[in-house]
């Protein structure tokens, strides 16, 4: 797998240890393999190991890590059913982790008709899951949770969860019955409470929701984080997710949502019912900060980009901030970034270029849209906002793309876009899309990627 982010585990693990707990909490090992070996006991050693990830889980307790050997794992014998049937049901926290790190040898398949992977468990005086390095594929699920389904009980109750180094790919939600939603084809994640979730360096890749019940909708074909709390997508690709409403890539609702160094590429909303959006994907209730993305290429009938929503049944003050920072937004069909209802939308060192109708559009305000050191093609603004700021570009000068056709929207060496943005605290140490040193001469660029100049190299001995 491709790999997008350059922040390590070792420290995300350890910063998520010192949010979680007082002092390093450490458990037990168990194993699951399929080597041909004796499964005896507790599984505790590899020539012990279970024959089946569920076994594995079921003698762990709170805190233990489960290693899976490299294979294929589908239904065991003593699945458990918790809203259809599940390759994996873990009902308390623990850390899943393959052997080897690499997702394409370590693989949980549904076999097309049971769901990967559900997270579900009670108050606990711990709280993190872990799921690090599997591919989960070609799964199936009733309604919710695809690939894999993620939910504190109660659901009132906060919990952290972490899915890093995975693939999701080829999973359906898919429901057939009255007033029952399709919701998240890929990841489906849910609490009324502050469930933290991070999603780390993952490929999320052609997942569908869908609904075969004329008249439903259907939710999230990738990924759907439906809940308050802090959500974090840092270093993923998620690309060619599909649902039948809203967020062809994504949907979240969600109290504090920060994406960065992420590619959203080829999601598509199918329903061309007007007041569904977000081909890419469909933020509501609450705020959202995008940095060092690239949304291109993504497909719907409104706002295929980025479609941002709040209720009106909310007061203003809460319809929430969308912070657009160094992103490029590209080629979409249809409006790059719609705003329905926001309290305020910044952009900043941003690129919106040649989305089909429009970079961005606003309505059902009151909106403040404010744009600084951004270049901006065929701007439209609706709905009593206004634009101001400083440092922008707009149509007639080309901000000199290497080759926007093929996907590639990083720039030449004469660009406009080379240090023409405004640095600002959170880049100090940060990099850009590509993993480089987020300010490199000085300045920052716009747009996702800091350009890196030519230049003749000298040997000394």
């Given amino acids: 797998m491709k790999r997008f982010s350059y922040i390590g585990l ?33 599984y505790a050693t590899w020539e012990t190991a279970a024959s089946n990830i ?18 294929r794992y589908t239904l065991p014998p003593n699945t458990t059913n918790y809203w259809g049937s599940n390759v994996v049901y873990i009902n308390r926290p623990l850390s899943l982790k393959s052997s080897n790190g690499v997702p394409d040898k370590t693989i949980i398949d549904g076999q097309g008709k049971h769901r990967g992977i559900t997270w579900y468990y009670a108050a606990h005086s711990t709280s993190l899951f872990l799921l690090d390095g599997f591919t989960i594929t070609n799964c199936w699920a009733t309604n919710m ?27 359906i939600a898919s429901s ?51 809940s308050s709390g802090r959500k974090h997508i840092t270093g993923c690709l998620v690309e060619n997710n599909r649902s039948m409403a809203y967020g062809g890539g994504m949907y ?10 992420s590619i959203f590429r080829g999601n598509r909303n199918e329903n061309w019912d007007y007041n569904y959006g977000g081909g890419a994907m469909y933020l509501t209730a609450g705020s959202a900060t995008l940095r060092n993305c690239l949304v291109y290429n993504n497909y719907c009938n409104n706002g295929a980009g980025i479609y941002k929503f709040a209720s009106a049944y909310l007061p203003p003050e809460q319809y929430g901030l969308l912070d657009i920072q160094n992103c490029t937004i590209a080629c979409n069909t249809n409006y790059g970034i ?10 900043g060192n941003s690129i919106l270029y040649t989305n089909t109708i429009a970079s961005i559009a606003v309505a059902a305000g009151p909106i403040v849209f404010f744009a600084t050191n951004s270049w901006i093609y065929y701007n439209s603004v609706t709905g009593g906002s206004f634009f101001h700021g400083v440092g922008n570009i707009t149509n007639g000068i080309d901000p000199c793309f290497q080759n926007p056709a093929g996907g590639n929207y990083r720039f030449t060496k004469d660009s406009p876009c080379y240090n023409s943005g405004t640095n600002q605290d959170w880049m100090t140490g940060a990099n850009d899309l590509d993993g480089r040193k987020r300010i490199r001469h000085g300045c920052v660029d716009m747009g996702a990627y800091e350009l890196l100049q030519e230049a003749t190299v000298y040997r000394f001995r």
């Fill in 54 to 71: 569920q076994d594995a889980v079921n003698v762990a307790d709170a805190n233990d890590t489960v290693w899976v050997g490299a294979g």
């Fill in 338 to 347: 719609y705003e329905r209802r926001a309290d305020k939308l910044n952009v």
């Fill in 145 to 171: 949770g695809g690939g894999i389904f993620v939910a504190p009980s109660p659901a009132n109750y906060a919990l952290t969860a972490a899915v890093v180094n995975c693939v999701i790919s080829d999973n």
């Fill in 252 to 261: 979240a609702v969600s109290s504090d949502l920060l994406i960065e160094n």
């Fill in 10 to 42: 070792a420290g995300f693990l350890a910063a998520a240890s010192l949010m979680l707990f007082s002092g390093p909490v450490y458990g037990a090992d168990r194993y699951a393999a399929q080597n041909g070996q004796t499964p005896a006991g507790l």
């Fill in 176 to 226: 057939s019955q009255t007033n029952l939603q399709a919701i998240g084809g890929g990841i489906y994640a849910f609490s009324y409470g502050g469930f933290g979730l991070t999603l780390s360096n993952c490929v999320v890749r052609n997942n569908i929701a869908t609904n075969v019940t004329t008249g439903q909708v259907s939710y999230a074909g990738g990924i759907c984080l439906y």
